[in-house]
């Protein structure tokens, strides 16, 4: 995987955190040609010259190796190696696109480690949106060999170091590289998660013989919205066209389109502004033009934005979802005794119904936003937070009771197109769902 600091996506990442991808460099120039800038520059320039935060008009000659081991800390359950991964690919491509004035052999480095299995041993806890400061200072301490790296055992390679000046310090920590990360792995499996819910769907219409009528591509012309167009197209293909005798269908069918199309369409928003993050300098101070500029690009607040949008759009999908279960369950609909059972008085698939509901909760909590929250530290000179961290972590949980609820209703309505079967335990029914829905 060729990295350049221009076409980084949501699925590459995803590729190198947990596909073996191994990366390569396609050019150092734009790296360079900030560095060189950071060299030639006198007087003060936040985080080379100065302190930080509230220290900003301190004077400062050497300080910013001491800057990294007072920042790195976490606290929490450890990362697991496929995030902090990704997030090593992301700053990678983040220092490729220029403007950060870090030391361009730094990215060698960091490509050594991601292609031979090295990652920092990151915590959960420790950001606000306005930067990955523990992350990355741990990251640059392991660089430097004063903390140990992560790796596969045994390990055959040197554990990648790179001497790092105090210059490089705040500019290689200037970066939400662990938040972008957790986020496009998150928006990447919901992705192939909204894509399966279509067959999901598909399975539920051909149970209890719904009307595709709400599809037809009339319906979708008279209110354009993309994703409603793309997923009505899309369950077309896939139920049948004979006449239904019902006039009309619950609104899990009837209104699947709209529903499932409006979270698709919340998802592509997310995507966008992510990918627009993992392929910007968001540097602060940005070099750029001979000269370097003082900025905010590092706020995050267009990714938690978008995804403080995408989780409940999640949640309308996963309760149409519960609502297709619970007709399954329904005789009037699909012809078969309630609860999908083999004899009158038996539970059948009763069970499911609790289950999904149970995830459904779960979601609703995940979706509350945060970022109507904010904080103010270091003495006030940073005066608010974007919180996408917590809403990258947030949605990166969302998946499992989305899963869940979609295994359900899948499970419920391959047994309502199948004969009916005695009562037996389900969780090997729902894992094999879960399966089906992942491709795994």
């Known amino acids: 995987m060729e990295l350049d600091g221009a076409g980084l996506t949501c699925a590459r990442v995803h590729e190198a955190a947990y596909g073996g991808a191994r990366v390569a460099i396609a050019s150092l120039d734009r790296a360079r040609a900030a560095w060189a800038t950071a060299q030639e520059l006198t007087g003060p320039v936040y985080g080379r010259s100065t302190g930080v935060g509230a220290n900003r008009d301190v004077l400062l000659e050497g300080g910013g190796l001491d800057l990294l081991r007072s920042h790195a800390c976490g606290a929490g359950p450890r990362v697991d190696p496929g995030r902090a991964r990704a997030m090593l690919v992301v700053r990678l491509n983040q220092l490729l696109a220029g403007g950060s004035g870090v ?34 200072s741990t990251t640059a301490l392991c660089l430097l060999g004063e903390l140990p790296w992560d790796g596969a055992e045994p390990v055959d390679e040197e554990p990648p170091l790179y001497p790092l000046a105090s210059s490089d310090a705040l500019p290689f920590i200037s970066s939400g590289a662990a938040t972008l990360a957790d986020a496009a792995i998150a928006v990447h499996r919901l992705r192939t998660l909204m894509e399966a819910a279509i067959g999901v769907a598909a399975m539920s219409f051909a149970a209890v013989d719904a009307s595709a009528e709400p599809l037809a591509a009339v319906v979708q012309e008279a209110r354009p919205h993309p994703g409603q167009a793309a997923v009505a197209a899309a369950l077309r293909g896939l139920v049948s066209h004979e006449p239904s005798t019902r006039v009309q269908d619950p609104y899990g069918f009837r209104a699947f389109a709209q529903v499932h199309g409006a979270a698709v369409d919340a998802l592509g928003r997310a995507v966008t502004a992510i990918e627009t993050d993992l392929n910007a300098a968001t540097e602060n101070p940005l ?138 335990p389900l969780t090997a029914d729902l894992e094999a769902s879960r399966r089906a829905l992942t491709g795994a």
């Open 103 to 136: 030391d361009p052999g730094v990215c060698e480095a960091l490509a050594y480690a991601i292609n031979h299995g090295f990652t920092p041993p990151l915590r959960t806890y420790g950001a606000i949106g306005t930067g990955d400061l523990t992350a990355l």
């Open 287 to 424: 070099f750029a033009g001979s000269l370097a500029w003082h900025n905010g690009n590092f706020h995050s607040a267009p990714v938690a934005l978008a995804l403080d949008a995408l989780r409940p759009a999640l949640v309308q999908a996963a309760q149409l979802s519960a609502a297709r279960l619970a007709t399954l369950m329904d005789p009037a609909y699909t012809g078969r005794l309630p609860f999908l059972a083999d004899r009158p008085g038996a539970s059948g698939m009763l069970i499911l119904e609790y289950v999904a509901q149970d995830a459904v909760a779960e979601l609703r909590h995940l979706a509350q936003p945060v970022t109507t929250g904010t904080a103010v530290v270091s003495r006030g000179a940073e005066d608010h937070a974007g919180f996408a961290t917590q809403a990258a972590r947030h949605t990166l949980r969302c998946l499992e009771p989305l899963e869940v609820v979609l295994a359900c209703e899948r499970t419920a309505a391959a047994r309502a197109l199948d004969a009916p079967a005695p009562d037996r």
